[in-house]
């Protein structure tokens, strides 16, 4: 269930209005693992959800990059794909403006802005693909 403000779209249910009684989201087909990704300053939520044929898309707040869509979306009230991410994904974490996901193999990527280099990127830079970490 989602109740608050839904401003960027965090419901996924096509629109942006919110609510303080708690409404079901919209369904979505295949979905094995929904983790939402908050804001601690204003409850700016992106929403990843990796699907049963391991795939995995966003929606909601997608500021500079964090929705890893590749047109660096700022928001979607309804799931986008991460690009490139259309299969073998097993868990995918992140923060207010980044996403890192694991594939099958232990191949992580991440994506969207590098504060301090969470992405494995030049701090101060963004990404709104994944990114290949090089791992020691």
Known sequence: LCAGLNSQGSFGNGGFVGSSIPVPPTTVPGLMVAFNLF???GGNATVHAILENGSLWAWGFGWIG???DAACSQSSPTALPVAGMTQN???VSGMYRHGCAIREGGEVLCWGYSDNG????VPGTQSCSPVIL???
């Open 89 to 91: 994904v097993i868990a």
């Open 118 to 121: 969470e992405t494995g990127q």
């Open 66 to 68: 964090s929705m890893g």
């Open 39 to 41: 804001d601690d300053m």
């Open 134 to 136: 090089a791992l020691p």
